[in-house]
């Protein structure tokens, strides 16, 4: 087995598996989040956004990817191959949030979920297949997570060293979801989980053209830059 395909399906697994292990709980969590004192609701409610699709791809979070892409293009000797970085991280961040973006949607179409602003009249685990309703049956998976895990999920694979600081800041968009009630923590899980395999699966799709990343000895990408002897390419 192929090593993008095998870690496709662990990590796949592991979405299960705490997806699983999450649902006996989502309404008893939710329902203490969302009763937490009123400050801490209305302090989540103010940064819960930052967790979009529309704010990275035309707000802030686009002013931050692009102030990476120069400060890698700066770093680059020539105008062939500072172009070529250029494009290359482009093109990475947008078939990462992009397949995101186009995933968790379908899911949410298919799956149809309550969400937790329904739980006194459908309780937690109220679904509705393919029935393309409306907002309030759209909670799994959670598209605010899903845009933040390939957001930093993205940055993690590019600077492996800020990995937990970038984990930590995916995981805080997550759990607001959950206390302003837009979501159980199944649904956030999900979420942020679809966002970490497509900057993976994205990362493996440039490792093979050497675009960016290199694969290891173990077979994982790594960016270029942190081999010994870098390829030009």
Do not use: C
């Not at 819960?48 to 002013?63: A, L, P, Q, V």
């Not at 692009?66 to 078939?95: D, P, Q």
């Not at 109220?126 to 309703?133: H, M, N, P, R």
């Not at 845009?147 to 937990?164: D, H, N, T, Y």
């Amino acid at each position: 087995m192929n090593r993008p395909f095998s870690s496709s399906l662990w990590l796949l697994l592991a979405t299960v598996v705490l997806v699983a292990a999450l649902l006996p709980f989502d309404g008893a969590i939710s329902q203490r989040a969302q009763a937490l004192p009123p400050e801490i609701v209305a302090f989540n409610a103010r940064i819960t956004d930052f967790g979009t699709f529309s704010w990275m791809i035309y707000g802030s979070g686009s002013m931050v990817i692009i102030a990476y892409i120069l400060h890698r293009v700066s770093r680059s000797e020539g105008f062939s191959s500072k172009s070529k970085t250029a494009w290359r991280l482009a093109l990475y961040f947008l078939v990462t949030i992009g397949s995101a973006s186009a995933l968790v949607h379908l899911a949410k179409l298919v799956i149809g979920r309550a969400r937790p602003e329904l739980f006194a009249e459908h309780g937690a685990h109220s679904l509705s297949f393919l029935s393309g309703q409306e907002w309030l049956f759209q909670s799994f998976p959670s598209g605010h997570s899903a845009a933040v895990g390939s957001f930093f999920g993205a940055f993690s694979m590019l600077a492996p060293r800020l990995r937990i600081v970038f984990a930590l800041g995916a995981l805080t968009i997550g759990v607001t979801r959950v206390i302003v009630g837009a979501h159980y923590p199944s649904d956030v899980a999900a979420g942020l989980l679809v966002g970490l395999w497509t900057a993976l699966m994205a990362a493996f799709l440039f490792a093979r053209k050497v675009w960016l990343f290199r694969l290891d000895e173990k077979g994982w990408p790594r960016p270029k830059s942190s081999f010994a002897t870098p390829l030009n390419s």
